[in-house]
């Protein structure tokens, strides 16, 4: 591991360069490097994970944003939120996002991939290819404080060999029995689902995070931990930017190779070669971000940025899909909420203590205990009158993540409202040709009416999740700002000044079938009409999912490196 770009590192040339050692590209570096016969060089722009704390400790995951381990970005003011501009974080850090996430482990419905599989002509991505490398990646384990979790999940559809560990809450919460007796109570739409991650999500279930023994398990913790990182032929380089490929071929006719990678850090810059493949691993906004400033991308685009273009691909940073998030809360008569844990010092150094020295408590749980996956009614006029922006049956429109808590001022309890399956999409784009500015990002945020009628529709079902019987004397009254709000345009107005993103962007390097006129890569992730390149990570979903993005990240990760081996390894 090198921590910087010094005279140190004598080696230019590997066999595979990793660009980003985030959650798909730590995963590429253990398998790659798994063949003695490779030399694998990953560069990351952030620095190491170890022993950054706050990384540790699951319920502190939101301290990370706006930190050093944060890109720090923002999106252009969205059209359709009344011109606000929101924050846009990203892992600037080994492990990338799965360092620095809120750690739910969630796969989304069988049909978002089976819609993969169906785009991209290539069986090998739907959801009956890709259980086995869903099994491959999770290591299922018992939670942070031991108790019989029979009934919470169906070990059938588990991974318990895998890499990264997965686990149910250890900390039960005082409104877990209600949520599960509200949702016994409701039944319909929100009837108790054993398990959330079978490919049928839909309903009330138990919440499974990427923690494991009470810390987070990240790429970096369970795909990059010291004796992987030791391996004589893996170089990890720190603390360095990747600014461009370049081509090779730039000036013969035919297709261009690019296996050349400028770096920078602290001013130096320096390239290094790949013999077989550079891996473009640095997520939604730096993989497009540095093909564009490669001249791949719209030719028209890049010539007026002063950037000479080397391949038409228009779709590069286009389709940019994000999920939009907003909360609801209600008053409740208890003291027993999350929140007193950042109004209380004394509870909150008693609940550190114990994570410190026996990784249970409230701190050793990740952000909710309880989720329910809810879709529009078959009948809703939106389905009618448009194609469903859902993947199938299976999938979700709407997330509600059950929350003990909502406000440092009162007691609430409540939910985030999360639209999984968007209509919207946007779009990323270069500001100049200059490789330290920092990109254009507009995710287009509800600028497709649906997913407004969606958001709507997801307060809606939150309220008569939160007045069922199972929460009499508990939940008083709804608080601001959606109180007393009921016509659709209180809504929609109330919506746009709220919305947020839940920081799931993907799509910016989308997968196509193979000879289609657009998208970025092919179903074996290589990039269209160029040589010695493939994008692997959240960047190349045709669709987002229907849940949150670290869990098809990890499986497109893990296949791709099959993808890869088969190809080179003899
Ligand atoms: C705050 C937050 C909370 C989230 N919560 C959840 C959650 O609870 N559950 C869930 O499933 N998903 C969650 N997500 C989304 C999920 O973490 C991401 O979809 C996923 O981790 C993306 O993986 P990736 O490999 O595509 O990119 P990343 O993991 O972001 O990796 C990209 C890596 O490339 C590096 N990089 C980028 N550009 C360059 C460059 N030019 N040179 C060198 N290195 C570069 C970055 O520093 C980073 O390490 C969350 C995301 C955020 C930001």
Redesign the pocket.
């Given at each position: 591991v090198y921590n910087q770009l010094d005279a140190s590192i004598k080696q230019t040339t590997f066999d595979f360069v990793i660009?980003?050692?985030?959650?798909?590209?730590a995963v590429l570096a253990n398998r790659l490097s798994a063949h003695k016969e490779f030399q694998i060089l990953v560069?990351?722009?952030?620095p190491s994970n170890q022993g950054v704390q706050n990384t540790e400790v699951p319920f502190l995951?939101s301290t990370l944003?706006g930190t050093e381990y944060d890109?720090n970005f923002t999106t252009t003011p969205q059209e359709a939120l009344n011109g606000r501009i929101i924050p846009y974080?990203?892992?600037?850090?080994?492990?990338?996002?799965?360092s620095?996430?809120?750690?739910?482990?969630?796969r989304g419905s069988g049909d978002d991939y089976d819609r993969w599989a169906k785009v991209t002509g290539d069986t090998g991505w739907s959801w009956n290819a890709l259980v086995p490398y869903f099994k491959k990646h999770e290591r299922w384990s018992p939670p942070a404080e031991p108790r019989n979790t029979t009934g919470e999940f169906d070990p059938s559809v588990h991974g318990f060999k895998g890499m990264t560990l997965t686990s149910l809450p250890g900390h039960l919460q005082a409104i877990d029995n209600r949520v599960i007796a509200a949702a016994d109570e409701l039944g319909g739409d929100f009837k108790f689902n054993l398990d959330m991650n079978s490919g049928n999500p839909l309903g009330t279930g138990w919440f499974q995070g990427t923690i494991g023994h009470g810390e987070r398990s990240s790429?970096a913790t369970s795909y990059l931990p010291d004796d992987v990182l030791n391996r004589p032929n893996l170089h990890v380089l720190l603390n360095?930017?990747?600014?461009r490929l370049i081509a090779s071929s730039y000036f013969q006719p035919g297709t261009p190779t690019f296996k050349e990678v400028e770096l920078s850090s602290n001013g130096i810059r320096h390239t290094v070669r790949a013999t077989k493949e550079v891996l473009l691993?640095?997520?939604?906004?730096?993989s497009p971000?540095?093909l564009l400033h490669s001249g791949i991308g719209d030719s028209q685009e890049l010539h007026s940025l002063g950037i000479k273009p080397a391949v038409n691909l228009p779709s590069v940073g286009k389709n940019l899909t994000d999920h939009p998030f907003f909360n609801v809360t209600f008053r409740a008569n208890t003291t027993d909420t999350v929140d007193n844990l950042i109004t209380n010092s004394t509870l909150f150094s008693e609940a550190f203590n114990e994570w410190l020295t026996e990784r249970k408590g409230v701190l050793a749980n990740g952000?909710g205990n309880n989720i329910a996956w809810v879709r529009l009614p078959k009948d809703s006029p939106v389905l009618k009158n448009n194609p469903d922006p859902s993947a199938g049956p299976r999938s979700a429109h709407w997330e509600l993540v059950i929350s003990n808590g909502g406000s440092v001022e009162e007691s609430r309890v409540g939910s985030g409202l999360v639209v999984v399956s968007p209509a919207s999409r946007g779009t990323l784009k270069l500001a100049s040709s200059d490789p330290s500015e920092p990109p254009l990002i507009d995710p287009g945020m509800m600028t497709n009416s649906i997913d407004l009628t969606m958001a709507r529709e997801a307060l809606r079902s939150a309220r008569r999740f939160f007045s069922a019987h199972a929460w009499d004397g508990y939940v008083m009254s709804e608080a601001t700002p959606t109180a007393n709000l009921t016509t659709d345009e209180e809504l929609d107005a109330m919506i746009r000044d709220n919305i947020m993103s839940?920081?799931?962007p993907?799509g910016t390097a989308a997968m196509s079938a193979k000879h289609a006129k657009y998208g970025v890569v092919d179903p074996d992730l290589k990039v269209k009409n160029v040589k010695g390149l493939r994008v692997v990570?959240?960047?190349v979903m045709p669709f987002i999912i229907s849940?949150?993005?670290?869990?098809p990240?990890y499986v497109i990760?893990e296949r791709a490196a099959d993808l890869i081996i088969k190809e080179w390894h003899r």
């Open positions: 660009v980003g050692g985030g959650t798909a590209g560069i990351e722009a952030g995951w944003i890109w974080p990203r892992g600037h850090i080994l492990g990338g996002s799965s620095t996430n809120a750690m739910f482990y969630t790429s360095t930017k990747t600014t691993s640095a997520g939604s906004i730096g971000y540095i952000a839940i920081w799931h993907v990570d959240a960047s849940g949150h993005t670290q869990t990240v990760a």
